[in-house]
Nanobody, 127 residues
Framework: QVQLVESGGGLVQVGGSLRLSCAASGRTISRNGMGWFRQAPGKEREIVAAITWSGGTTYYANSVKGRFTISRDNAKNTVVLQINSLKPEDTAIYYC????????????????????WGQGTQVTVSS
């Protein structure tokens, strides 16, 4: 089993930045694709960014391209989401997730591909 714990959320002004971290424990996530999702009040959960097990390929939702960067450190069993130029519409709970599959060559973007989820971290952008 994999346990995921997110950190780094908070309250930030428009245009600010945050660095969200996801620490995995229980076993290595080095073989798993990883993703960040978010859910705003009254909205469905949506994919924000994803990265393959090797870190070689990434995916970003159109709404965050150029502002968000996903990266991973397999030696430290961590995944990071750097978020810049924050907008009010970025306000949401952000979740880290680990894929149920090993060593896929493409980043997974469906929530159903992910079998392990963190508890989430709140990001609030104030205008």
């Amino acid at each position: 089993q994999v346990q995921l714990v997110e950190s780094g959320g908070g309250l930030v002004q428009v245009g600010g930045s945050l660095r969200l971290s996801c620490a995995a424990s229980g076993r290595t996530i080095s073989r798993n694709g990883m993703g960040w999702f978010r859910q705003a009040p009254g909205k469905e959960r949506e994919i924000v960014a994803a990265i393959t097990w090797s870190g070689g390929t990434t995916y970003y939702a159109n709404s965050v391209k150029g502002r968000f960067t996903i990266s991973r450190d397999n030696a430290k069993n961590t995944v990071v989401l750097q978020i810049n130029s924050l907008k009010p519409e970025d306000t949401a709970i952000y979740y880290c997730a680990a894929s149920s599959y090993d060593r896929l060559s493409y980043p997974e973007i469906r929530s159903s591909d992910y079998g392990y989820w963190g508890q989430g971290t709140q990001v609030t952008v104030s205008s």
